[in-house]
């Protein structure tokens, strides 16, 4: 098994930044994106895993923390919303790989009177572990909570506190009812906040798991940055080459309705649709040569038996229609080149038609193969091998989710 280094990992993902040209635009509308990336990124370096609490108010969040730390550095009060912003604080566990532990104490996510309430959940979803503090039963709001992160592909773990308030009969029934509403795949572990309980099963969490979860976080990280700055170029690109495209369909159509000769007219059409898939290469980033371009336009017209009889079979009919037209002219006193006009404009309109059609078709090859040529973090997560599944489950679900959410075809033309 090929284990997750992290020295090699910070090295990839240094070097596949740098390798990310953005635009004044783009750093200005991803800042917040970018800073927090870079944040993970330095952790990964200085081998520091950061774990977040967070639940609703008045769970204990602070207590918690303060019990693994063994000191009253968290302010807590019997009165709810107590922590109004971020606060972290470094924990010092014996025989850890890692070099540091960064303990992350958060405001309510229910509670009102909090600034950025966004900021709050990015700082605590950028975490490498979350302690999902509860002190009682799931109730819905954290339940939809708890789906967020999962969907986020976080790795939870859910803390029960406050448990002297229960007896053993209740407590267990509690335990199995938070088990019954989690995901049955992902087998979220619950760990009572008592004796040393949580204590020593996160010192064995991060002695044995710490480097491949902030590793693997790091990757996460990266791929979410990649993917919101994929979307946003998609978007611009996809404006871009619909225009391009209306701009060769009005071409084409102008060239085929005026044209009366059979060989230049397919000489001419054949020409308009390399020039624009072409064109079409440049916007999404692939320069394609000449041969390159005619070989996508050849496969979209065999594996599209409409797109190749409109731009042949039925252009050769209606040049042969109209070259009649145009040869009897004469002996009709002009009669004959009354249908020309409407011959003309339905020739037109299928070479608008037939030409929208193939710069979609080419746009989703083209993409398809500027794609295929770039090394994302996706890749590099797909390629990180661990056996541990009960640990590393959320990893699984993260990759499921981002294969079926983000194939961004609907922001090509």
């Not at 330095?42 to 918690?64: D, N, T």
């Amino acid at each position: 098994m090929k284990e997750l280094k992290i020295n090699k990992n910070y090295s990839l993902l240094k070097n596949w930044w740098e390798t990310i040209d953005l635009t004044n635009y783009e750093k200005s509308f991803f800042n917040r994106e970018i800073i927090s990336f870079n944040q993970q990124l330095f952790r990964l370096k200085e081998k520091k895993i950061r774990i977040g609490a967070y639940g609703k108010s008045g769970v204990g969040k602070s207590s918690v923390l303060n019990y693994l730390l063994k000191e009253d550095i968290f302010k807590t009060d019997i009165i709810n919303g107590t922590t109004r912003k971020i606060q972290a604080e470094e924990w010092n566990i014996k025989d850890q790989t890692l070099n540091s532990v960064e303990l992350l104490d958060s405001p309510g996510f229910d509670f009102c009177d909090i600034k950025c309430p966004d900021k709050v959940y990015s700082c605590i979803n950028h975490s490498d572990i979350i302690l999902f503090i509860v002190s009682g039963d799931l109730n819905r709001n954290e339940l939809n909570e708890i789906y967020s992160l999962i969907k986020d592909g976080k790795k939870i773990i859910v803390t029960l506190n406050k448990t002297d308030l229960f007896n053993k009969i209740e407590l267990k029934e509690i335990i199995e009812s938070i088990k019954f509403k989690l995901p049955k795949d992902l087998n979220i572990p619950i760990i009572i906040n008592s004796e040393n309980n949580l204590k020593n099963y996160m010192t064995k969490i991060i002695n044995q798991y710490g480097e491949k979860l902030l590793t693997l976080n790091s990757l996460q990280s990266a791929d979410k940055l990649f993917l919101q700055i994929k979307e946003q170029r998609l978007k611009k690109r996809q404006k871009l080459a619909q225009s391009t495209i209306g701009k060769f369909s009005t071409i084409k159509a102008s060239t085929v309705a005026l044209n009366p000769l059979i060989l230049f007219d397919i000489a001419g059409s054949f020409a308009i649709d390399t020039a624009l898939i072409s064109e079409l290469s440049k916007i999404y980033g692939l320069n394609l040569k000449g041969e390159s371009t005619r070989k996508i336009f050849k496969n979209i017209s065999i594996n599209n038996l409409f797109l190749g009889a409109t731009q042949v079979g039925v252009n050769i009919s209606f040049n042969l229609i109209k070259k009649v037209i145009l040869l009897t002219a004469p002996f009709t006193s002009g009669l004959s080149l009354v249908p020309y006009g409407p011959i003309a404009i339905i020739q037109a309109a299928i070479a608008i038609h037939s030409t929208k059609i193939l710069g979609k078709l080419a746009a989703k090859e083209i993409f398809k193969k500027s794609k295929a040529s770039f090394i994302e973090p996706y890749i590099m997560l797909q390629n990180s091998n661990f056996n541990e599944t009960e640990i590393f489950k959320h990893i699984n679900i993260y990759l499921t989710k981002r294969n079926s959410n983000n194939n961004f075809v609907s922001f090509l033309p």
